[in-house]
């Protein structure tokens, strides 16, 4: 018998605690088979957010660390500074990047640090109780934005990655959906070239935005959080590539 | 060199690896040597984008095991409260240098004392501890730098260097020079990579039923060890005297020409200087209190430092206070007169 597809070793073989349908398992996977791939596990250094992946460390086997809400950027900076043969990556959800850790990501990518950034984007917060996020999206109804969040009141959803392209610093910006096989494999390419150019030393910061289903906090089923990705949330943050880097 | 450039040159000397920080004065001289030194030494520095950011880019470079520290003035230390509660957590070494400004707010920026509740009580949220040290001359803030790195790395905590506007800014001849580092434990946890060993993780958060009771058990046990290992404290004529003034830092310099003055007058004062303010001279204190004698804190804020003098006195002798807050600096002569005044019967000038 031939083995099509298996774990990959940076994906330590233990249950997650994300809910049915959470797209945090998939993005860890695409983060675990780039390390496998490029064969960096050896000196690659991940950083924890605040979030409902704030165990990351607990399903990808590298040296990792646990930060305050937000500033993964500031301690990646202050980590590949002082260690530029290692490759530095961040996982941020939006309430982590997008909210409270906004000064240290437009930053990080200003000063162009070479760093990774992954970036998921679920548009909610997810581990304190599905309130609403800078990227919650109009009409969408959360634990503080009962009537749905209305442009007037809460103001229009945040697309950093937009924001972010415009600075010389960030390199290379894209923005994947993890809600069908193909649009994960592009993911998975988006995700490989953000590691790669670090690898290459390239000059600045790459991000990798991901648009994950939160069944829970969105009121769904995982099917129809899946759907919900593909007819509403891409609306507000389309795919593609923002920003690449030609050397 | 004013206390500033001494206290960073002193630093590259003990071997700081990066230096992270953000303008603020009184302390500006700091980011600026290190901006043109550090370089020039092959190490990193960078100008961070807040304090916030500045303090949690000390926590990336020290969880990878490097020296790092980072300097600022009151207003930016609140900031920093967060970072400095987060590397308790996660046992983490690192050196913060207050150079201290009037407070609260934006208060201004003439010397202050005012942080000193905040330096010795944590500061951020929890239950932990900085190692917090008082230099009170231009000399005195390079000699702590050396002292601050080696005691971070053996407790894995956070080192306070708590200055002020005076100390930063006045120019003293001062001699720099490379002291040995203390024996120090390996840094076993840090992150370098996985390589051909188990995955290490750096964290604060631990979830699981009595875990964070346990470490905050072993942080108590290791403020423990330093209460019993590290006290640092200056005495002069304490034995016979009938007045112990008290005071730290800058404060503590102007106390000494009052003193002197006071034992020219006949007055019998002497006076003690906490070195360390975490953890504090408790004991040397208290055997002072063994006597009767009228003990007189000196601070320049409105009275945080007596708060602790009490306890280790515990009521057996009078304690009073002068102190002037708001950036109010203190000259011999009003302290001299506050010690006339506690001397029976009064001495008239």
Same mark, same amino acid.
């Given at each position: ?72 950027? @500031? ?50 917060? =997810? ?74 030393? #390239? ?14 906090? %969105? ?8 759907? %919900? ?19 | ?8 040159? #002193? ?20 980011? @600026? ?71 609260? =707010? ?28 008082? *230099?009170? =001359? ?9 002292? @601050? ?31 040995? &580092? ?6 076993? %946890? #840090? ?8 995955? &290490? ?50 404060? @503590? ?17 002497? %006076? ?14 208290? &055997? ?27 009521? &057996? ?7 002037? *807050? ?24």
């Amino acid at each position: 018998m031939k083995t099509v597809f298996k774990r990959t070793p940076t994906l330590n073989d233990t249950p997650t605690h994300y809910c049915p349908g959470c797209g945090h398992g998939i993005a860890h996977r695409l983060v675990a088979e780039t390390i496998d791939d490029l064969d960096i596990r050896g000196r690659t250094i991940g950083i924890a957010p605040v979030g409902c992946s704030v165990l990351a460390y607990d399903y990808l086997d590298v040296d990792m660390v646990e930060v305050a809400h937000g500033r993964a950027p @500031a301690v990646a900076t202050g980590m590949k500074r002082t260690n530029p043969d290692k490759i530095i990556f961040s996982y941020q959800g939006d309430g982590d990047l997008a909210s409270i850790g906004m000064a240290e990501i437009v930053h990080a990518a200003h000063r162009g640090e070479k760093i990774t950034v992954i970036f998921i984007n679920n548009a909610v917060y =997810g581990m304190t109780g599905g309130q609403m996020a800078p990227t919650t999206v109009l009409n969408q109804i959360t634990a503080t934005s009962p009537r749905g969040r209305q442009r007037t009141d809460q103001g229009y959803p945040l697309q950093v990655s937009e924001l972010l392209a415009t600075l010389p610093g960030a390199i290379y910006i894209e923005r994947c959906a993890l809600s069908s096989p193909a649009r994960i494999r592009k993911a998975k390419q988006a995700v490989m070239h953000a590691f790669e150019l670090q690898v290459n030393d #390239a000059p600045g910061l790459s991000l990798v935005e991901l648009l994950s289903p939160c069944p829970t906090y %969105w009121r769904m089923t995982p099917a129809k959080a899946i759907e %919900w990705i593909e007819n509403e949330l891409i609306k507000t943050f389309p795919l593609g590539c923002l920003k690449n880097f030609e050397s | 060199m004013c206390g500033n450039e001494a206290l960073a040159e #002193a630093a590259i000397i003990a071997g700081v690896d990066a230096y992270f920080g953000y303008p603020i004065t009184p302390q500006n001289e700091i980011p @600026a040597y290190m901006s043109r030194r550090m370089p020039e030494e092959g190490r990193v520095f960078v100008q961070s984008e807040s304090e916030l950011a500045a303090i949690n880019m000390v926590y990336g470079a020290s969880a990878t095991g490097k020296r790092a520290m980072t300097s600022s003035s009151s207003p930016g230390i609140s900031l920093m409260q967060e970072g400095m509660s987060y590397l308790a957590g996660a046992e983490l070494p690192a050196v913060v240098v207050n150079v201290m400004r009037g407070g609260p =707010g934006l208060g201004n920026i003439a010397p202050s004392q005012g942080d000193y509740y905040q330096s010795t009580r944590g500061g951020g949220h929890g239950d932990y501890r900085t190692i917090v040290l008082a *230099p009170s =001359g231009v000399q005195e803030m390079a000699d702590c730098m050396p002292l @601050a790195f080696d005691l971070a790395d053996e407790y894995r905590m956070t080192v306070l260097v708590l200055a002020d506007g005076i100390l930063g800014q006045m120019m003293e001849p001062v001699a720099l020079e490379k002291k040995p &580092r203390r024996k120090l434990p390996p840094k076993d %946890w #840090a992150l370098t990579g996985i390589q051909d060993r188990e995955q &290490r993780i750096v964290r604060s958060l631990r979830l699981e039923e009595g875990v964070l009771e346990k470490l905050n058990y072993k942080l108590q046990a290791k403020y423990d060890k330093v209460r019993e290992n590290e006290v640092l404290c200056e005495q002069y004529k304490v034995d016979d005297a009938d007045i112990v003034v008290i005071a730290f830092g800058i404060a @503590a310099r102007v106390v000494r020409s009052a003193v002197n003055k006071a034992r020219k007058e006949g007055i019998k004062a002497g %006076w003690i200087r906490p070195v360390t303010l975490w953890p504090f001279p408790t004991e040397q204190i208290s &055997r002072a209190a063994e006597q009767f004698r009228i003990f007189l804190t000196v601070e320049m804020n409105c009275g945080q430092m007596v708060d602790d003098v009490k306890l280790a006195v515990a009521g &057996r002798v009078p304690v009073l206070f002068y102190g002037r *807050p708001g950036g109010g600096i203190l000259s011999a002569d009003e302290i001299l007169e506050k010690i006339r005044q506690l001397t029976f019967p009064p001495k008239k000038r």
